[in-house]
């Protein structure tokens, strides 16, 4: 499994109501995508759930490259570029994946991005990330946990689907759920 994300930083002043029609007219195009686990799509808007910015950042769990492939070089993606420019598209090896029956009910996300320290033991932090990915679920706090790492910048995602924002500190990145798409 692959999770990928892209992120568009819009001014300050920009019309979000942009994105929400974007994302209500669009959405479902991809509910059933090859390969797709989930793609939520995601905003937050400036000084609302601890965001700095207004951004558009969807993000993705591929059951198998190909699909992130596929839609990276489809119409879809090309008309996205055209109206928000081309991004980088940032990917993660998934270490554990893991979804509630309840997922379509997911409204909010939140996501960390974490620094892994040189020669950290990995088995170790797969073990624990997993776990921990697992438990969220398991509690029955969050819909959805997706834990991974990118071997590039040695940096680690958490990413979380909820029901309702929990509590968040600076270091994460919250943001509203326009639409699920699922397999």
């Known amino acids: ?49 601890a965001s700095r910015d207004n951004l558009y950042a969807p993000f993705y769990l591929w059951q198998k490259p190909e699909g992130a492939s596929d839609f990276l070089c ?15 598209v940032r990917t993660w090896i ?8 309840h997922i379509a009910a997911a409204r909010f996300a939140t996501r960390d991005i974490l620094s892994t320290e040189p020669y950290a033991p990995l088995a170790d932090i797969r073990e624990a990330e997993s776990a921990a990915a697992g438990a969220d679920v398991a509690a029955g706090g969050a819909l959805a946990s997706v834990s991974g790492f990118e071997p590039t910048t040695w940096t680690r995602v958490r990413f979380r689907l909820w029901p309702e924002m929990p509590a968040i500190d600076a270091r994460t990145q919250g943001y509203r759920v326009g639409h699920l798409s699922l397999p």
């Open 74 to 88: 489809s119409p879809g993606f090309e008309t996205l570029t055209s109206a928000f420019g081309w991004p980088q």
């Open 1 to 49: 499994m692959i999770a990928m994300q892209y992120s568009f930083t819009l001014p300050a002043d920009y019309d979000m109501s942009i994105v929400d029609r974007r994302v209500r007219d669009k959405g479902p195009l991809l509910d059933g995508f090859p390969n797709l686990g989930f793609k939520a799509y995601l905003s937050a808007r400036r000084d609302e759930i």
């Open 94 to 101: 998934v270490w554990h994946a893991e979804a509630s029956p």
